[in-house]
């Protein structure tokens, strides 16, 4: 009588946990399918997020380039009067030989160029959502800026030097010659960035 109470009631266990084992296999496939919904919606909010604060980014980087240009613009516009001063003076001693009454000026125009926006993109990462051709052409822009910058920092370093203007009253028309040089190779890279930040500008107007 016990066995048999014992076989009945194992039975009984062993139906319950079939039942039990069936509606769980039942539930996991909708519990994996809600799970993996779950991820899907987070990354596509993630995602959204990130190329939202990407596209923000983007017109920090657009406003900063078009005023660099405007910036740019007016200097090299500068650097040009100054270099039309430079090669009249050039005229003037060219059949000179003492010069010694002529007064000579050499100048400089330098403008403050800034890459803020640029650099807050690469920092957080906001490059990884700009498209390839746009971070390549962005790099450019902003290594042309740099070399035009760098071309003024070594003019007016050679400006602080005693040498410098020991070479202006002994040799001026070397001198002269040598800073109508360094504008016109300045002017040249500012040039090419300008044409870059246009092209660029041009780009995204057309979008």
């Not at 050679?158 to 020991?166: A, N, P």
Request: with cysteine.
């Amino acid at each position: 009588m016990c066995s048999l109470t014992y076989f009945i009631i194992l039975n009984l266990h062993l139906a319950s946990m079939k039942t039990i084992l069936g509606k769980i296999l039942l539930e996991v496939p909708a519990i994996v399918v809600a799970v993996f919904l779950a991820l899907a919606v987070n990354n596509c909010n993630e995602e959204y997020r990130n190329q939202a604060a990407a596209e923000q980014t983007m017109q920090f980087v657009i406003k900063e380039i078009q005023e660099n240009k405007a910036a740019l613009e007016n200097n090299i516009s500068d650097n040009e009067i100054v270099m039309k001063a430079l090669q009249a003076t050039m005229d003037t001693i060219q059949g000179i030989d003492d010069i010694s009454d002529i007064d000579v000026e050499l100048g400089y125009e330098q403008t403050f160029l800034v890459r803020a926006a640029w650099e807050m993109a690469q920092l957080t990462g906001a490059t990884q959502e700009f498209a390839p051709e746009a971070v390549q052409e962005l790099s450019i822009i902003y290594d042309l800026q740099n070399m035009y910058l760098k071309q003024g920092e070594r003019f007016f370093e050679q400006v602080t030097k005693v040498d410098f203007h020991k070479a202006v009253k002994d040799h001026p028309k070397a001198q002269l010659q040598a800073t109508l040089t360094l504008l016109k190779l300045s002017n040249a890279i500012g040039e090419k960035a300008l044409s870059k930040y246009i092209e660029f500008l041009e780009y995204y107007d057309s979008e």
